[in-house]
Nanobody, 116 residues
Framework: QVQLVESGGGLVQAGGSLRLSCAAS????????MGWYRQVPGRQRDLVAF???????NYADSVKGRFTISRDNGKNMVYLQMNSLKPEDTAVYYC??????????WGQGTQVTVSS
Protein backbone atom coordinates (compact mmCIF):
# COMPACT_ATOMS: atom_id res chain seq x y z
CA GLN A 1 0.00 0.00 0.00
CA VAL A 2 1.23 3.46 -0.92
CA GLN A 3 0.29 6.63 0.92
CA LEU A 4 0.85 10.18 -0.25
CA VAL A 5 0.47 13.19 2.02
CA GLU A 6 0.57 16.72 0.64
CA SER A 7 1.33 19.86 2.59
CA GLY A 8 2.17 23.50 2.01
CA GLY A 9 -1.03 24.85 0.52
CA GLY A 10 -2.63 28.05 1.70
CA LEU A 11 -3.73 31.56 0.84
CA VAL A 12 -1.32 33.88 -0.94
CA GLN A 13 -1.58 37.15 -2.82
CA ALA A 14 -1.01 37.30 -6.55
CA GLY A 15 2.68 37.45 -7.32
CA GLY A 16 3.55 35.49 -4.21
CA SER A 17 5.08 32.06 -3.77
CA LEU A 18 4.22 28.75 -2.16
CA ARG A 19 6.06 25.47 -1.88
CA LEU A 20 4.08 22.25 -1.87
CA SER A 21 5.49 19.04 -0.48
CA CYS A 22 4.38 15.45 -0.92
CA ALA A 23 5.62 12.61 1.26
CA ALA A 24 5.30 9.10 -0.11
CA SER A 25 5.40 5.99 2.05
CA UNK A 26 4.73 2.29 1.68
CA UNK A 27 5.76 -0.12 -1.06
CA UNK A 28 7.50 2.32 -3.35
CA UNK A 29 9.80 1.13 -6.05
CA UNK A 30 12.71 3.28 -7.15
CA UNK A 31 11.49 3.64 -10.71
CA UNK A 32 8.39 5.79 -10.75
CA UNK A 33 7.00 9.10 -11.82
CA MET A 34 5.78 11.66 -9.33
CA GLY A 35 3.59 14.49 -10.39
CA TRP A 36 1.38 17.35 -9.33
CA TYR A 37 -2.13 17.85 -10.67
CA ARG A 38 -4.73 20.47 -9.88
CA GLN A 39 -8.48 20.65 -10.00
CA VAL A 40 -11.09 23.37 -9.66
CA PRO A 41 -14.73 22.55 -8.94
CA GLY A 42 -16.62 21.39 -11.99
CA ARG A 43 -13.50 20.81 -14.07
CA GLN A 44 -11.24 17.88 -14.76
CA ARG A 45 -8.03 17.28 -12.89
CA ASP A 46 -5.15 18.65 -14.96
CA LEU A 47 -1.46 17.86 -14.96
CA VAL A 48 0.75 20.62 -13.61
CA ALA A 49 4.15 18.94 -13.71
CA PHE A 50 5.81 15.58 -13.34
CA UNK A 51 9.28 14.29 -12.66
CA UNK A 52 10.72 10.85 -13.25
CA UNK A 53 12.94 9.03 -10.81
CA UNK A 54 15.81 9.96 -13.13
CA UNK A 55 14.97 13.65 -12.92
CA UNK A 56 13.26 14.24 -16.26
CA UNK A 57 10.62 16.92 -15.89
CA ASN A 58 7.64 18.13 -17.83
CA TYR A 59 5.36 21.13 -17.21
CA ALA A 60 2.00 22.37 -18.33
CA ASP A 61 2.40 25.40 -20.58
CA SER A 62 0.47 27.54 -18.11
CA VAL A 63 3.11 27.10 -15.39
CA LYS A 64 6.34 26.97 -17.37
CA GLY A 65 8.87 29.45 -16.04
CA ARG A 66 6.93 29.93 -12.79
CA PHE A 67 6.74 26.49 -11.19
CA THR A 68 9.57 24.07 -10.49
CA ILE A 69 9.13 20.42 -9.59
CA SER A 70 11.85 18.53 -7.73
CA ARG A 71 12.23 15.33 -5.79
CA ASP A 72 14.36 13.73 -3.12
CA ASN A 73 14.51 10.02 -3.88
CA GLY A 74 16.18 9.21 -0.57
CA LYS A 75 13.29 10.75 1.35
CA ASN A 76 10.54 9.76 -1.11
CA MET A 77 9.52 13.39 -1.37
CA VAL A 78 8.39 15.54 -4.26
CA TYR A 79 8.11 19.32 -4.18
CA LEU A 80 6.45 22.00 -6.24
CA GLN A 81 7.89 25.48 -5.93
CA MET A 82 5.30 27.93 -7.21
CA ASN A 83 6.38 31.50 -7.94
CA SER A 84 4.60 34.46 -9.49
CA LEU A 85 1.29 32.93 -8.55
CA LYS A 86 -1.84 34.09 -10.34
CA PRO A 87 -5.50 33.92 -9.30
CA GLU A 88 -6.04 31.31 -12.00
CA ASP A 89 -3.63 29.01 -10.14
CA THR A 90 -6.27 28.65 -7.44
CA ALA A 91 -7.17 24.97 -7.15
CA VAL A 92 -6.80 21.86 -5.08
CA TYR A 93 -3.38 20.43 -5.82
CA TYR A 94 -2.90 16.68 -5.79
CA CYS A 95 0.25 14.61 -5.68
CA UNK A 96 0.34 11.43 -7.76
CA UNK A 97 2.82 8.59 -7.83
CA UNK A 98 2.79 6.30 -10.85
CA UNK A 99 4.62 3.00 -10.73
CA UNK A 100 6.40 1.49 -13.70
CA UNK A 101 3.46 -0.95 -13.96
CA UNK A 102 1.15 2.00 -14.57
CA UNK A 103 -0.61 1.78 -11.22
CA UNK A 104 -1.14 5.24 -9.78
CA UNK A 105 -1.73 6.53 -6.27
CA TRP A 106 -3.17 9.89 -5.24
CA GLY A 107 -2.82 12.08 -2.21
CA GLN A 108 -5.75 13.76 -0.51
CA GLY A 109 -5.03 17.18 -1.99
CA THR A 110 -4.09 20.58 -0.62
CA GLN A 111 -5.91 23.84 -1.33
CA VAL A 112 -4.04 26.71 -2.94
CA THR A 113 -5.85 30.02 -3.10
CA VAL A 114 -4.37 33.05 -4.84
CA SER A 115 -6.08 36.35 -4.17
CA SER A 116 -5.99 39.23 -6.64
Amino acid sequence: QVQLVESGGGLVQAGGSLRLSCAASGSIFRTNIMGWYRQVPGRQRDLVAFISSGGTTNYADSVKGRFTISRDNGKNMVYLQMNSLKPEDTAVYYCKLTMLSGVGYWGQGTQVTVSS
